[in-house]
């Protein structure tokens, strides 16, 4: 047998699953999906005393209406908002971005909860729970909280849920219908991971940007919000924008690194690239429509 | 660590077992239940070898606990033929189209397009090629399952 020894726990409810981390004392670990969690078993990466399985429990499924937005459960599967009307007419770019996670076979496992709560760097999810504004909610005998998407990420694989937290729930704001998608990958192969992505959306009133959210993933130790080209971004009309100045904007608050994959300069390099044409395409389609 | 008693269908068979917590589904269906076609390659969720279908998904058994699967129904490339030996026409389709060499990606290959075409589906080529990232074949060169899948969807209707 592969993984080294471990108790494993079906969770009956949110709040049994609380209680076991609680009792566990950073012990346990959650299974949801198990489509990163179980090759770290296997390779003993990941050595948990109790596995505590909360990918069936029903509390944590589904896709519904909540505060305006929109509201997914944690261990909704990835195949099933892949397909979900709601999400594909309220935040079309979510549904783009979710169809680059790994593969057809890992959807219909892996869990929309379990890509935001691992934190990999280079991951469509975290990113764009970032660029879209969205909130989690968490869950622990002590209570429970929120904290926005923003706040989570702290380094690569390591977020501000707490060992004894169960992620819950994830609030996406609404964005106007009409909003802009924009969405840029370069991976190796469909489904890798991307060596340089981002991710966002842009709401355009009477010709001008009135909203934006962009996020890079593959671009630092965490996904990482281009702040400076959304605030540069915002109020400029339409067929006025600086595509280039912009992308230098944007890549001046990336962070990335080298690694096996490809260098910090190669990064660097693609990311500005794909940035300028992705918004200046997403711009050209608004203008000609 | 935990033992538990699960109990699956597997191929419409029954099957009853005393499991460690941490034993592997690709594991239990070949080493307690004698399903061999199940192939295990890089057991840790990279190559498709291992891909069954778990209540009409098509999912990689070496990323599933035997445990998780417990009242669950099951399909391996073993519950495909009809009984007579009259191949699943995913299967025809890959021996019509030199779709497999040394045959040990097929099985997965086979589960993913079987699990596509469950209950009457007819996925067009880019759905059923999409899905085919999932899976690593180092002998084919892979043409001869894109012309698989041409072949299937043309029967199919659906380009
Ligand atoms: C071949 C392959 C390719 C892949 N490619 C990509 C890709 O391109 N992009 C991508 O983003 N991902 C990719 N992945 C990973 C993706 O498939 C996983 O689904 C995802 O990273 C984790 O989700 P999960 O539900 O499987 O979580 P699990 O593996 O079950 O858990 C992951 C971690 O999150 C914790 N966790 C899970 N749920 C919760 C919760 N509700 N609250 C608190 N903590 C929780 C677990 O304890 C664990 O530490 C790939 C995986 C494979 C096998
Ligand atoms: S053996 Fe399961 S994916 Fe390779
Ligand atoms: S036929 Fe040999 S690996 Fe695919």
């Given amino acids: 047998m592969k993984p080294a020894p471990f108790d494993y726990i079906r969770a009956t409810s949110i709040d049994h699953a609380c209680a076991l981390l609680a009792e566990a004392g950073g012990g346990?670990?959650?299974?949801?999906?198990?489509?990163t969690l179980m090759p770290l078993l296997a390779l003993r990466m990941s050595q948990p005393f109790i596995l505590i399985d909360i990918g069936h429990l029903p509390e944590l499924q589904g896709i519904a209406p909540h505060g305006g937005g929109l509201r997914i459960g944690a261990a909704t599967r990835q195949a099933d908002a892949l397909v979900n009307p709601l999400l594909a007419q309220a935040l079309p770019v979510f549904v783009t971005a979710l169809a680059?996670?790994?593969?057809?076979?890992?959807?219909?496992?892996?869990?929309?909860?379990?890509?935001?709560?691992?934190?990999?760097?280079?991951?469509?999810?975290?990113?764009?729970?970032?660029?879209?504004?969205?909130s989690m909610t968490l869950r622990s005998t002590r209570g429970a909280r929120t904290i926005a998407a923003d706040d989570l990420y702290l380094g690569p694989y390591a977020t501000a849920i707490a060992p004894d937290e169960l992620l819950?729930?994830?609030?996406?704001?609404?964005?106007?219908?009409?909003?802009?998608?924009?969405?840029r990958e370069v991976a190796r192969r469909p489904g890798d991971f991307a060596l340089v992505g981002l991710v966002g959306a842009l709401a355009i009133a009477d010709g001008r940007i009135e909203r934006a959210g962009i996020a890079w993933f593959g671009m630092g130790p965490t996904p990482i919000r281009a702040r400076q080209a959304e605030q540069a971004l915002v109020g400029q009309a339409i067929d006025r924008i600086d595509v280039q100045a912009i992308a230098d904007l944007a890549i001046a608050d990336s962070a990335p690194f080298d690694d096996g994959h490809a260098s910090a300069?190669?990064?660097?390099?693609?990311?500005?690239?794909?940035?300028?044409?992705?918004l200046m395409q997403a711009l050209d389609r608004r203008l000609a429509a | 660590m935990s033992e538990h008693r699960i109990s699956m269908t597997v191929n419409g068979q029954q099957h009853r077992g005393l499991v460690d917590g941490?034993?592997?589904?690709?594991?239990?269906?070949?080493?307690?239940?004698?399903?061999?076609?199940?192939?295990?390659?890089?057991?840790?969720?990279?190559?498709?070898?291992?891909?069954?279908?778990?209540?009409?998904?098509?999912?990689?058994?070496?990323?599933?606990?035997?445990?998780?699967?417990?009242?669950?129904?099951?399909?391996?490339?073993?519950?495909?033929?009809?009984?007579?030996?009259?191949?699943?026409p995913v299967q025809q389709a890959l021996k019509d189209n030199h779709g497999l060499q040394c045959g040990f990606c097929t099985p997965g290959i086979v589960m993913t397009l079987a699990a596509l075409r469950a209950d009457g589906a007819r996925p067009d080529e880019a759905a059923m090629t999409e899905a085919m990232s999932g899976h690593l074949c180092r002998c084919t060169g892979y043409q001869g399952i894109r012309r698989a899948i041409r072949q299937l969807a043309a029967e199919d209707g659906t380009p």
Wanted: one cysteine or more; proline letters at 4%; hydrophobic letters at 45%.
């Fill in chain 1, 28 to 35: 346990a670990q959650l299974l949801a999906g198990g489509q």
């Fill in chain 1, 100 to 134: 680059h996670v790994g593969h057809h076979q890992t959807r219909n496992r892996g869990t929309i909860g379990g890509s935001i709560a691992l934190g990999e760097p280079a991951a469509e999810m975290p990113a764009t729970a970032v660029a879209l504004g969205a």
């Fill in chain 1, 168 to 183: 819950v729930a994830i609030d996406y704001p609404a964005w106007p219908a009409d909003a802009v998608p924009l969405f």
């Fill in chain 1, 265 to 278: 300069a190669y990064r660097r390099s693609v990311g500005r690239r794909i940035f300028a044409n992705g």
């Fill in chain 2, 22 to 88: 941490r034993l592997m589904l690709s594991d239990w269906l070949r080493e307690a239940a004698g399903y061999t076609g199940v192939h295990v390659g890089c057991e840790q969720g990279v190559c498709g070898a291992c891909t069954v279908i778990v209540d009409g998904r098509a999912v990689r058994s070496c990323l599933m606990l035997a445990v998780q699967a417990d009242g669950c129904s099951l399909t391996t490339v073993e519950g495909l033929a009809a009984a007579d030996g009259t191949l699943h």
